[in-house]
């Protein structure tokens, strides 16, 4: 089993995790610039945080046979802070690097005026940019943040197929099926979805402009959760190139929109040799 983890943290995560997923099949993954825990106070937090998403991150995955490629954005929760929104003047010299992916997460958290702004002003980015789109639709009154969501997208010009509507549940699927949109799937310990859920989606929808991510971050997650999904859906009757498509092909088709994939891990690694970084420090 091969996977492409379109969605997850790793700057939260350690190496024992970047070791698990390789031993289960994560070859490549997408990291998009989120929400810390711990507010942020200034652009120059960002700025540290975009620099480690596009350098030092991508040279860590590569010791374990990863490729590393991120979204940057600022997120809808900091949106809100004017402390942060001059981020939004600082993005576009982020958007043009190898590696950057997608413009992402955007979207909604409380659907605030703020969130409006920021929200619309990254489209536009990503339409200059040329960039695909995550999105990420509020953990509160979900159905309506995705429908405002859906709503947003189409105003701001970017095609459906360079979107992917993630978080997504039972109650949201179709709307988001319906309009031509990708559909992300964050597969959870406790809360979004679980691999059974997922399967049974599967089975309904079927596994045309899915993806499906582990999200894992600071709290309780699992970075092997596509692995567990791609596991259920063999036991559940679906075949090895379904799996396949849905946590391989599926993702280097919406990201490949970038024209930036890089998935031989020795180039990754080849690009930050040299480069003074001390992940290699006290190796015999």
Known sequence: MRIF???????????????SMHAAGVRALVEPAFWLGQPRTSVGSFVDYFDALVGWERFRA?????????AIALNPKEANDPRCTGVLDVLPRYLVKDGVVAVGEVGYDSMTPEEDEAFARQLELALLHELPVLVHTPHRDKKAGTQRTLDVVRESGVPAEMVVVD?????????????????????YPDTKMDEDRMVALLKEYGT????VNSAADWGRSDPL??????LAMLAAG????DV?????????QFYGQSGRLLLDVEEVGAVHAG??????????
């Open 244 to 252: 396949d498509k849905v946590l391989w092909h599926n993702p280097v």
């Open 62 to 70: 590569a010791q374990y046979g990863i490729a590393h490629h991120c």
């Open 275 to 284: 480069t003074g970084n001390s992940v290699l420090r006290g190796e015999r």
């Open 225 to 230: 959760k596509t692995h567990k999904t791609g």
């Open 238 to 241: 679906f075949d090895e190139s």
């Open 5 to 19: 983890d379109p969605h997850i943290h790793m700057t939260s995560r350690t190496t024992d995790d970047y070791e």
């Open 208 to 211: 045309d402009r899915v993806l």
């Open 167 to 187: 978080h997504l549940n039972e109650t949201t699927i179709k709307a988001v099926a319906d309009s031509g949109c990708w559909m992300g799937f964050s597969i």
